[in-house]
């Protein structure tokens, strides 16, 4: 537990350092966010705002692992495939950021691009997992404490693989207001922390452990107003790492729970675009993901980041108690 907690608050400081060295950097390079023509009005001011700020708590947990790795403290190397997952994730994202600059505007990698990256990432990760006897196809349900009993292997790997690439999309919806997707993921960090302890897991949990403080750190940059964005760098990386972490601890079913705010980021632009088609024109929000909706509402970004992140925290809280 002390090496936890150790690692939670060097991945803070380290975090922190980053991002006092990373945004000079990124400033002379000129790596500004553009917006989207299409998106809020009032967002037009954030255009300039470096971007690729995910770099901080990506590098942070990186040496956080490596460091443990050197004290000769690791025993258990599935946290490496979880990390790896995450930052294949990341470099798809980086991908996206780079063209985006590059091409002074809000596009980077198309749809299906971006679609088939990450779905060959994660058929390899569940791949992996299964061949190490990590993976089990036994589905957990919360709240009930019961197994599915063994479902079919390509069965279960073919919607393990849509899942993973529609959670790691949904935490990248998530990501439309500062603060608000780092805010709304370090209860899921610490949450999975908890739950690799609990499991006995000790090592895995030092991946969500110096997230949690990496995160906390980047948002003394990213809280509003924003210094520096994430960009789907940080994003994609994030939600490779919540779907990881999930398989990895064989609870996937558990994502429903603690990525509600997830979930209902995504159901909303499902619902907008669908109400749009079927009445021709008409809108269900005023604005979708739903925190643009709210923001049009005229809460203020640190009112809806607050909100949010307190039910992902009572979410979290919620799946914790299930599991005793």
Same mark, same amino acid.
């Given at each position: 537990?002390?090496?936890?907690?150790?690692?939670?608050?060097?991945?803070? &400081?380290?975090?922190?350092?980053?991002?006092?060295?990373?945004?000079?950097?990124?400033?002379?390079?000129?790596?500004?966010?553009?917006?989207?023509?299409?998106?809020?009005?009032?967002?037009?001011?954030?255009?300039?705002?470096?971007?690729?700020?995910?770099?901080?708590?990506?590098?942070?947990?990186?040496?956080?692992?490596?460091?443990?790795?050197?004290?000769?403290?690791?025993?258990?190397?599935?946290?490496?495939?979880?990390?790896?997952?995450?930052?294949?994730?990341?470099?798809?994202?980086?991908?996206?950021?780079?063209?985006?600059? *590059?091409? *002074?505007?809000?596009?980077?990698?198309?749809? !299906?691009?971006?679609?088939?990256?990450?779905?060959?990432?994660?058929?390899?990760?569940?791949?992996?997992?299964?061949?190490?006897? /990590?993976?089990?196809?036994?589905?957990?349900?919360?709240?009930?404490? &019961?197994?599915?009993?063994? !479902?079919?292997?390509?069965?279960?790997?073919?919607?393990?693989?849509?899942?993973?690439?529609?959670?790691?999309?949904? &935490?990248?919806?998530?990501?439309?207001?500062?603060?608000?997707?780092?805010?709304?993921?370090?209860?899921?960090?610490?949450?999975?922390?908890?739950?690799?302890?609990?499991?006995?897991?000790?090592?895995?949990?030092?991946?969500?452990?110096?997230?949690?403080?990496?995160?906390?750190?980047?948002?003394?940059?990213?809280?509003?107003?924003?210094? /520096?964005?994430?960009?789907?760098?940080?994003?994609?990386?994030?939600?490779?790492?919540?779907?990881?972490?999930?398989?990895?601890?064989?609870?996937?079913?558990?994502?429903?729970? &603690?990525?509600?705010?997830?979930?209902?980021?995504?159901?909303?632009?499902?619902?907008?675009?669908?109400?749009? *088609?079927?009445?021709?024109?008409?809108?269900?929000?005023?604005?979708?993901?739903?925190?643009?909706?709210?923001?049009?509402?005229?809460?203020?970004?640190? *009112?809806?980041?607050?909100?949010?992140?307190?039910?992902?925290?009572?979410?979290?809280?919620?799946?914790?108690?299930?599991?005793?």
């Amino acid at each position: 537990m002390t090496r936890i907690l150790v690692t939670g608050v060097v991945g803070a &400081v380290l975090s922190g350092l980053l991002g006092y060295l990373l945004l000079p950097v990124l400033r002379a390079l000129k790596v500004g966010q553009s917006i989207r023509e299409v998106g809020p009005t009032w967002h037009n001011n954030k255009a300039g705002t470096p971007m690729m700020g995910g770099l901080m708590f990506i590098f942070a947990a990186l040496l956080c692992l490596l460091g443990n790795v050197i004290a000769g403290a690791m025993t258990d190397y599935t946290v490496f495939y979880v990390m790896g997952l995450s930052l294949c994730f990341g470099l798809v994202g980086f991908l996206d950021d780079y063209f985006k600059v *590059k091409h *002074k505007r809000n596009l980077g990698l198309t749809s !299906i691009q971006k679609a088939l990256l990450q779905m060959a990432v994660s058929a390899l990760y569940l791949y992996i997992l299964y061949t190490q006897d /990590v993976l089990i196809t036994n589905l957990y349900i919360p709240f009930f404490d &019961v197994f599915t009993g063994e !479902i079919n292997l390509f069965v279960y790997l073919f919607i393990a693989m849509v899942a993973m690439v529609g959670c790691v999309n949904a &935490v990248n919806l998530t990501d439309g207001v500062d603060g608000l997707s780092s805010s709304v993921t370090i209860p899921v960090m610490v949450f999975f922390t908890a739950v690799a302890v609990m499991q006995g897991k000790y090592d895995l949990a030092l991946l969500p452990a110096s997230l949690t403080g990496g995160l906390i750190a980047y948002l003394f940059y990213n809280w509003h107003p924003a210094k /520096v964005f994430m960009g789907d760098t940080g994003s994609l990386f994030l939600g490779g790492v919540v779907c990881a972490l999930a398989f990895a601890l064989n609870m996937p079913l558990m994502l429903l729970v &603690v990525g509600l705010v997830y979930i209902i980021e995504t159901l909303s632009v499902i619902l907008q675009v669908g109400y749009f *088609k079927l009445t021709h024109g008409k809108r269900l929000f005023k604005m979708a993901p739903i925190h643009h909706h709210f923001e049009k509402c005229g809460w203020k970004e640190e *009112k809806i980041v607050i909100v949010f992140a307190s039910v992902s925290a009572v979410m979290c809280a919620i799946a914790w108690v299930s599991l005793q």
